[in-house]
């Protein structure tokens, strides 16, 4: 149990247009998801954490309306990276949780190339 | 500020050794510390919590307070060990990731 997918595993985009990326729980509600990056040879960074129904809290340093999170339903979160640029390139992960951040179901992750 | 430091990028033991990987930490309230494990083109999965106090797959993480660390430990490492692993620490409401460490269990 407790499986989060994500779609696309892996795009490739050119530099100044828009990518979707769906996390999706698949045999359990998240009230939370969390959406993380990781930079090469970096920790995993955390940009937003988000509740179904409501606005997603971004971390300092992330652009809110770079990165757009909408979190519709119980089972679905999408990440947009707008007008992306090459220094967006990145491995983007998200993770779910039934409540608080202590177990957290992680995706297979998101590898973004822009081009 | 909360920070996770594993000081060690790249690990490797031979097979039936004694493994360590090193975990520190500096949080200034009460800390939650989590290992992470993520093994070859498999998805992030939790591989042990402090609070738990338990054993997984034969690893152990005791956190020692005084020292701030939460070095996760096995006796006798297997290749199946072979993976990332990664510290993690509990802020407010998110959790903070240490770089990894990258264990390779040589045959």
């Known amino acids: 149990g407790a499986v989060v997918s994500q779609h696309p595993s892996r795009v490739i985009c050119k530099s100044g247009t828009s990518v979707k990326i769906e996390c999706r729980s698949l045999d359990f509600q998240a009230t939370t998801m969390f959406w993380y990056r990781q930079f090469p040879k970096k920790s995993l960074m955390l940009m937003a954490t988000s509740n179904e129904g409501s606005k997603a809290t971004y971390e300092q340093g992330v652009e809110k309306d770079k990165f757009l999170i909408n979190h519709a339903s119980l089972t679905l979160s999408t990440l947009t990276v707008t007008s992306a640029h090459p220094e967006d390139s990145s491995f983007y992960i998200c993770?779910?949780?039934?409540?608080?951040?202590?177990?957290?179901?992680f995706g297979p992750g998101t590898r973004l190339t822009v081009t | 500020a909360q920070r996770v430091t594993q000081p060690e990028k790249l690990l490797s033991v031979f097979k039936g050794a004694p493994v360590e990987l090193k975990c520190n930490y500096s949080?200034?309230?009460?800390?939650?510390l989590f290992w992470y494990v993520q093994y070859s083109r498999q998805r992030l999965q939790l591989l042990l919590r402090?609070?738990s106090r338990e054993s997984i797959k034969g690893f152990t993480a005791d956190l020692n307070k005084g020292e701030t660390s939460f070095h996760l430990k096995k006796p006798f490492a297997q290749e199946e060990d072979s993976a990332m692993y990664y510290c993690a620490l509990t802020g407010a409401n998110n959790l903070f990731f240490g770089t990894g460490t990258r264990l390779t269990v040589i045959p």
């Open positions: 993770s779910a949780t039934t409540g608080g951040p202590y177990e957290q179901y």
């Open positions: 949080y200034s309230g009460s800390p939650e």
């Open positions: 402090h609070i």
